[in-house]
């Protein structure tokens, strides 16, 4: 007697089986997000330089461009813009928290690829634009402060210039001790923090 087909419930995969398989790709190396964004970090904790070297200015030096107040008001919106893109990289610890054995991979190019879906996909290249924007920002906006305070429009106290040499000190020894991509985005989550509070600090310093 032969057998009856199988019914469609029973040849049907189990709900979610191939879910991870069949709707994702290799992602995009999560590296190259976060050390750019690291970058944006210490563009403004270089203000820490001015301490060392402001001494040497030269006179025919060109002006800022922009005044002192404007220039503080728009590094302060970048260190919180910096403050949520590492909480949307803490967010997605499958693409930014490293995976497997790579959790405890030091920083290096090619050993965080995992597997993800297109929606995670869209989350990686909003925050790579989102990133190369607030690093063309914070460069520029930490230039000009570190402008301000050369030509004398902002005194800063010497206890602020060690606060962002701190700060500057933490990202160096992330490359330094070759972190680990989750060790990285948790720093840089906290640092972001610290350097907002710093430039905060700093709108206090300006000369009125």
Known sequence: MAKAPPTASQTAAPPDADSDVTDSRIAPDPLSAVLPALSALGAIASIAT??????????????????????????????MGLQEIFKRLHRN??????????????????????????????????????????????????????CAIEDGEITVPEQLFFGFGEQQDRLNKLIQNRATLKLSVETGLDVADKLAWLVRELKKCKIE
Not at 52 to 78: F, H, I, N, P, T
Request: proline letters at 4%; hydrophobic letters at 40%.
């Open 50 to 79: 001015i301490h060392w070297v402001g001494q040497d200015k030269s006179a025919e030096r060109a002006r800022a461009r922009r005044k002192a107040g404007v220039a503080l008001r728009d590094l302060e919106s970048c260190c």
């Open 93 to 146: 610890p499958k693409l930014f928290g490293g995976e497997g054995a790579a959790v405890t991979s030091p920083l290096k190019f090619g050993v965080h690829g995992p597997r993800i879906d297109q929606a995670t996909a869209r989350t990686y290249h909003q925050l790579m634009n989102d990133i190369a924007s607030m690093l063309v920002l914070a460069s520029q906006n930490a230039f000009d402060v570190m």
